[in-house]
Every structure is written in structure tokens, then in C-alpha cells.
């Protein structure tokens, strides 16, 4: 089992920054994928980035790319999403969630996705 939880969420202008963090605990965290997807309400849940076990892998999503970054942390157990040029479409709670398995193909598939957090809450006001 793994235990996921974030931190980092708040309420932030259109144009500003935050960084979402995601502590792990139980089953080797070094040897799973990590992900970020949002939902907003009344939406699916969608992609937003992912990181392979040992970092050296990143995905995102078209609607983020150039504005979040992924990265892990090892050694702390720890994943984070730096979110930067937010934008009041980016208003979701975010989840981080984990897997194990290949990489690739389904790194943006949320059912692949086998621990999930609980989220935490972001908005943007414009």
C-alpha cells in the first residue's frame, strides 16, 4: 500500500505561482510513477504531468507545457508540481496519484493509476 498526501494548494492571482507537494509513505515510492491530474467541478478528471520512477522521464499535458514542472525527490519520498503563469482555467483541486508498470503508453491514463490522494484545492482568480 501507499499513502499519498498533498499540500501546497491555495488561492492565487492569474499570473502567479505555486508549488503542490506530495509525501509518500508505505510501499517503495522510488520504484513507482508519479502523476498529477485536476478536476474541476462538474469536469472528468484530466492529465496534468508525470514522472517516471527515476525522474529522468517527464510528460505533460498540452494545456500546462511550458508553464508546470514535475520532479521527484528520492530520497524524501516526495513529488512536486511547480505551477507557474497559473491561469483562472487551472482552478481544480489537484490529485497526485502513483503506479507501478511501464512508463509508457498509458502515463496519462488515470485508471492506470493505482494510489490516489486526496487532493487539494487550487484556485485562480482573474
Known amino acids: 500500500q501507499v499513502q499519498l498526501v498533498e499540500s501546497g494548494g491555495g488561492l492565487v492571482q492569474a499570473g502567479g505561482s505555486l508549488r503542490l507537494s506530495c509525501a509518500a509513505s508505505?510501499?517503495?515510492?522510488?520504484?513507482?510513477?508519479m502523476g498529477w491530474f485536476r478536476q474541476a467541478p462538474a469536469k472528468e478528471r484530466e492529465f496534468v504531468a508525470a514522472v517516471s520512477w527515476s525522474g529522468t522521464l517527464t510528460t505533460y499535458a498540452d494545456a500546462v507545457k511550458g508553464r508546470f514542472t514535475i520532479s521527484r525527490d528520492n530520497a524524501k519520498d516526495m513529488v512536486y508540481l511547480q505551477m507557474n503563469s497559473l491561469r483562472a482555467e487551472d482552478t481544480s483541486v489537484y490529485y497526485c496519484?502513483?503506479?507501478?508498470?511501464?512508463?509508457?503508453?498509458?502515463?496519462?491514463?488515470?485508471?492506470?493509476?493505482?494510489?490516489w490522494g486526496q487532493g487539494t484545492q487550487v484556485a485562480v482568480s482573474s
Open positions: 496519484a502513483a503506479r507501478g508498470g511501464p512508463y509508457y503508453p498509458n502515463v496519462a491514463k488515470a485508471s492506470d493509476y493505482t494510489y
Open positions: 508505505g510501499r517503495t515510492f522510488s520504484s513507482l510513477h
